[in-house]
Every structure is written in structure tokens, then in C-alpha cells.
């Protein structure tokens, strides 16, 4: 499950606007727009709520669900760390 305001942040921490979501996903440009004026969770067909998350995935974003692992324990989206190397602390050399 995904939400409208994790969509939104998605989108934001990506850089992208609503068009180039659309043609990551594969979906139409009205689909992100409605999907992102939704109330709570995305409500969709199955098909396009996946093609959706799996372009956020491959793009980068990792949705939080309810009491994951986030100091709040709500719902968010973070950036996936770099796959590439790393340096002692964990971060990029």
C-alpha cells in the first residue's frame, strides 16, 4: 500500500514532476494526478498500484509502512542507499 502524501514525497525527494512519473510508470498522466489527489491510501487497480511502487523502487524510494523501522513509527518514504561501495562509516568513498 502506498499513500497520497508518500507518492507526493516521492516524487519530491526524486525530483520529479507528475509527466515524468507518469512515463516511469508506465501509467497516464491523469492516473498520478488522481492517485496523489486521493484521501489516505492510493486507491487503483492492482496492476497500475505496481507498476507504480515497483517505478519508485527502481528509481530508489523505500516506502515505510506503518511501524517499520522510522522514529515515529508512521508511514514515510526514504532514499535507498547507494548500492556502490563503502567507506568505514558506511558511507560512500
Avoid: C, F, W, Y
Amino acid at each position: 500500500m502506498i499513500t497520497a502524501p508518500q507518492l507526493r514525497a516521492s516524487r519530491a525527494l526524486l525530483g520529479l514532476d507528475q509527466r515524468k512519473l507518469a512515463d516511469l510508470s508506465g501509467l497516464s498522466l491523469p492516473t498520478i494526478q488522481r492517485m496523489e489527489a486521493s484521501d489516505g491510501v492510493v486507491r487503483g487497480n492492482v496492476d497500475s498500484l505496481m507498476k507504480l511502487v515497483a517505478a519508485l523502487d527502481v528509481a530508489g524510494i523505500e516506502l515505510i509502512t506503518d511501524n517499520a523501522a522510522s522514529a515515529g513509527g508512521g508511514r514515510g518514504v526514504r532514499l535507498k542507499a547507494p548500492n556502490g561501495p563503502k567507506g568505514p562509516n558506511g558511507a560512500p568513498p
